[in-house]
């Protein structure tokens, strides 16, 4: 079949086309953008927040841990070292750490008592903190 130009056929395949064409130009790349913008983001607040993420990647990297999500931050010293319990002792300015991941949307605080918070870590944020994405 060849198609006529100006006809409706080929009027229609010749759209369909350019908008093919018009989605990988334009879309793709935004999208590749949006990813690399958000691993920029991610490296700056890793600098400020080493110690704690190098904490929280080794814990989620230990066998049958993987899949778990919530943590405790405690608001005084303790000498056990539990996986996926964090001190103040262990990580210096510890709330401080934790409100600059809650700011970003990684972790969101879901229970408060007067010797320690429990949070939840966002699945994105441990995709990028185990380089995952």
Not at 10 to 30: N, S
Not at 44 to 56: N, P, Q, S, Y
Not at 81 to 106: F, S, T, W
């Amino acid at each position: 079949m060849v198609l006529v130009a100006g006809s409706v056929l080929g009027h229609i395949f010749i759209e369909t086309l350019g908008d093919l064409v018009a989605h990988c130009l334009w879309h793709r790349p935004r999208n590749q953008e949006a990813g690399s913008e958000e691993k920029e983001r991610f490296r700056r607040v890793e600098k400020r927040t080493r110690k704690l993420l190098a904490g929280m990647r080794c814990d989620l990297s230990r066998e049958g841990m993987e899949m778990k999500r919530e943590f405790t931050a405690f608001k005084v010293s303790r000498s056990r070292k539990d996986p996926l319990v964090y001190a103040p002792d262990d990580y210096g300015g510890l709330d401080d750490q934790l409100e600059i991941l809650q700011n970003n949307g990684y972790i969101t605080k879901v229970s408060e008592l007067p010797f320690a918070d429990r949070y939840r870590m966002g699945e994105e944020f441990v995709d990028l903190l185990l380089g995952r994405k």
